[in-house]
């Protein structure tokens, strides 16, 4: 059942937040084309039904370059997670999200989490 709050929009980087972050492609490779296991951190899939049961716009990022699109979505699908965007070739650097402040809100309209890297969401809350 979709939540009667307005539905937030998601941005999440993919490596070390929701799959284990080896910083070699060739990890990659190998769990799309040869089958090899796939583990998403702890409490990722959780957090994505939640995200998807109230209706969030959940937007992926990763540094990973455009080319590895394909072999990226693949393996998003095999993990089993949803998504709306995936957006790629961001870079490893600091990101910065800038949006405005409605005039009668009485809430940041944006927030930034960090966690650990490869430690997985449970006690995320967005």
Sequence with gaps: MRSLTKAKTIFCDIDGTILPHSGEMETLIDHVYNDKNLSLLPGVKEKFQEWEEQGHN?????????????????????????????????????????????????????????????????????
């Design 58 to 126: 959940i937007i992926l990022t990763t540094g990973r370059r455009e080319s590895l699109r394909d072999a990226t979505e693949k393996q998003l699908i095999k993990a089993g997670i949803s998504y709306d965007l995936l957006i790629m070739g961001i870079g490893g650097g600091q990101r910065v999200l800038i949006n405005d402040l409605k005039p009668d809100s009485k809430e940041p309209t944006a927030v930034a989490i960090c966690i650990e890297r490869n430690k997985g969401m449970e006690g995320v809350t967005v």
